[in-house]
């Protein structure tokens, strides 16, 4: 980080001195970063990009810099600069590459992933045994975390070849802890529990295993995204209610024991069409936080969240994707209510084609960490 504030820092002292330096790439990064969709500003910046392309590899620095932007547009205007000149430059016999730069902006975590892909890419190049000793360290880094995940994992397991299973624990262990996707989640606690170690897939992610559950409404067609039941009105768990066809149905209570959480509700509910079901779940909390539910559901799924609807997407043979949907929420501490709104559609035109009636949820952090919490105790 040094490197990259020591250059930031000198740009700032010549403006402020009302000097600019010799090809200052600043004016042609302001122009490109008002550009926007439509073309709003492409002219001048085709003008802008065409003049740093010029420049050498003096110019690297500040333009990542920029390259470091929400601005999709002018990112990719960057870009096209960037690999311009890294072309040109490595085609030559001698460039004096800024790497201590590179490296230190490749580590920033805060940056966009895109541009420090392209830089480690760069690397590879420059310094070929920097990604090898690099990478094993991203563990906690959202963008390189699952090729550090995926390394740890290999570690584990020629670890186990060569009969060390306490290195391979640890290996293990560590790949179990920084995996936030599923299945490298999945692997990862296979392996612990094969050597005897506990690793709570559903905790570590935040599924959401503990329901009540009741259904089927009847909702021909697709009403039944828009149809307000009962539970949406009053969650009691000793009411009962009418199906489909007329018969009494009540609550019952469901543990679910897939490994990522998925809830078949064909089983559950009864096998059938163009209808609404429900579960609920509580749960403790230690403390108030900022959280994500992530979710997924075959047909759809609306989800209120102490009362409160914080989730709905009337969208039609979804299938259960795992993080297919994802909604900000605020969990406040001790009790928290959820209930979930599973639609079933018509019949697929392809009669082939299974009416699956499914649903997924959990609680996690920003990165993909469950959420701690405790299912409460219900009568």
């Known amino acids: 980080m040094k490197w990259i504030a020591g250059c930031l820092m000198l740009v700032g002292l010549v403006r402020i001195g009302g000097l600019a330096p010799p090809d200052d790439p600043g004016p ?56 311009e000149i890294v072309a040109r430059e490595l085609a030559r016999d001698v460039t004096k590459w800024p790497v201590e730069f590179f490296k230190e902006y ?19 190049k420059l310094e070929p045994a920097f990604r090898a000793k690099w990478l094993p360290t991203r563990l906690d880094d959202s963008e390189f975390r699952y090729e550090a995940v995926g390394l740890a994992l290999s570690a584990g397991d020629r670890a186990l070849q ?24 999945t692997q990862a606690a296979a392996k612990l529990k094969s050597l005897g170690e506990p690793a709570e897939v559903a905790q570590h992610l935040g599924l959401v295993t503990e329901w009540w559950l009741v259904g089927a409404f009847d909702a021909p067609q697709k009403t039944g995204f828009a149809k307000i039941f009962e ?51 509580e749960i403790d909390v230690p403390r108030a936080q900022a959280a994500q ?26 299938g259960t994707r795992f993080d297919r949907f994802i909604a900000p929420i605020q969990l406040k501490s001790g009790r928290n209510t959820l209930l979930v709104k599973i639609c079933q559609g018509p019949q697929h035109k392809d009669p082939e084609v299974p009416n699956n009636w499914s649903l997924q949820l959990r609680l996690c952090d920003e990165q993909g960490r469950g959420i701690a919490f405790k299912p409460a105790q219900m009568p």
């Open 28 to 83: 042609q990064l302001a122009v490109i970063a008002k550009t926007g969709p439509q073309g709003e500003g492409s002219a001048a910046a085709k003008v802008a990009r065409d003049q740093l392309a010029k420049q050498g590899v003096e110019v690297l620095p500040q333009l990542l810099v920029a390259m470091d932007t929400t601005n999709a547009v002018a990112a990719n205007w960057y870009r096209t600069v960037y690999e």
């Open 106 to 124: 490749v580590s920033d975590a805060k940056r966009a992933g895109r541009p420090r892909r392209l830089v480690l890419g760069l690397l590879d």
């Open 162 to 185: 060569d009969k060390d299973p306490s290195s391979a624990k640890a290996a293990f262990r560590k790949a179990f802890e920084s995996a936030r996707d599923s299945t490298q989640v």
């Open 231 to 281: 539970p949406e009105v009053n969650v009691d768990l000793q009411a009962k209610y009418r199906d489909q066809g007329g018969t009494e149905i009540v609550w019952k209570r469901h543990h679910e024991t897939d490994t990522l959480g998925q809830l078949d509700l064909n089983k559950q509910l009864g096998t059938t069409r163009e209808a609404v079901g429900y579960a609920y779940s």
């Open 293 to 318: 539910v992530r979710c997924g559901a075959d047909d759809n799924c609306s989800v209120w969240l102490n009362g409160e609807k914080v989730f709905a997407r009337d969208q039609w043979l979804n």
